[in-house]
Nanobody, 127 residues
């Protein structure tokens, strides 16, 4: 009964910024792990940024570390992904996901370990 709905995707120029939002419901505290994932055409889905819903174990993919920031609005149960200094290679469908499992260490970036997924929002970075 966990539901996630992404929004905020769009088209931006290289070097631009974008903030994605994910409304989370049916995932009351304490619950597990949440994160952002992306999939480009012809490529496998990969973890971008994840953390525990109750705090801790924040993990970023090497390709986005220093540019992207994952955060949560505790009052509204909204997950955010702030994306700065966007590159063409960031172009992908972005998904938020959740699982009630507390995934230790780097396992929190493995898409196959997540059970609930949003519908995705497209991010396109091009001149």
């Amino acid at each position: 009964q966990v539901h996630l709905v992404e929004s905020g995707g769009g088209s931006v120029q290289p070097g631009g910024s974008l903030r994605l939002s994910c409304e989370v419901s049916g995932f009351t505290y304490p619950s597990g792990s949440v994160g952002w994932f992306r999939q480009a055409p012809g490529k496998e889905r990969e973890g971008v940024a994840s953390f525990y819903w109750h705090g801790g174990n924040t993990r970023y993919a090497d390709s986005v570390r220093g540019r992207f920031t994952i955060s949560r609005d505790n009052t509204k149960n909204i997950l955010f992904l702030q994306m700065n200094s966007l590159k063409p290679e960031d172009t992908a469908m972005y998904y938020c996901a959740a699982t009630r499992t507390v995934l230790f260490e780097s396992r929190i970036l493995r898409p196959s370990l997540f059970d609930y997924w949003g519908q995705g929002t497209q991010v396109t970075v091009a001149s």
